[in-house]
């Protein structure tokens, strides 16, 4: 691994991540180092993000082993969304980061400019579309039935709410507030009972009504801490949201985050769409020396 590489930064409503492009996975290797990942998204030290974003091509990925085989039924997908948290763990996808990524493939030439996206995740193959007002919108398919739907406890100081759980495809607890600034600054992860829903933890979402299909929210991500958004944990919320209020299919939700407003559509198999901006804002070279030193 050389020490000067490219990289670039891009958010998707305030929630950023660093792309390290490594097309033919020659120059990080099978998977990231999380100690790499850990220093390059320090925001004082590194370049700061809430995780990193490998650029690389789906099948030099499977000739390392690193990712199993193609699943029955999806689409072929030439990049893959190799993604690591801030604090260097794995996740399997990222709604707001496999748009920043689109977003990347799409202003590069790297896939047809016009067309859907197809990008492999750990949670298979999601297709990313790009709108003539310049958002783009993932389908995340359904959340998982097994993990979703059941009824959880979360613990702050101060607060004990019931809340349900969410899988789609990260693991999230959401849970209803009075009011989101009396939640205080999220500087501890919030405890989740029964914590064995959560083998590997849990996003947390904190959310409060504003109106017919519309809501707000705040988030702790797990492996990253508070953030200015969760594409995910979007998708939870407004699924939660939906059940409660009997919503038709088709019916679109607006969720406000603290970095913007997202919308989530559900369709007659309750699959769930994600729309919203999604930019890249710099691109360079970084000293890995300097920045591991």
Known sequence: MTSRVPFLRGHGTANDFVLLPDHDSTRYGPALDPDLVQAVTDRRRGLGGDGVIRVVRTATLRAHGAIGPARPGEPAAEWFMDYANADGSTAEMCGNGIRVLARHLLDSGLVERSGPVPIGTRAGVL?????????????????????????????????????????????????GVADLASLGPLTKAPR????????????????????PGHVAMRVWERGVGETQSCGTGVCAVAWVAMREDGAAPGTSYRVDVPGGTLHV?????????????????????????????
């Open 192 to 211: 989740v009972l029964p914590a064995v829903l959560y083998p590997h933890g849990t996003n947390v979402e904190f959310v409060v009504r504003r109106g």
């Open 127 to 175: 297709v990313v579309t790009p709108h003539p007002d310049g958002t783009l919108a993932v389908d995340l398919g359904a959340p998982d039935p097994r993990l979703s739907g059941h009824p959880v406890e979360v613990v702050l100081p101060g607060l004990r709410a019931a809340g349900t759980s969410v899988a789609i495809p990260n693991p999230h607890a959401v849970v």
């Open 265 to 293: 559509t559900a369709d007659e198999d309750g699959r769930l769409v994600l729309r919203g901006p999604a930019v890249v804002v710099a691109e360079g070279e970084a000293d890995l020396d300097a920045i591991m030193g």
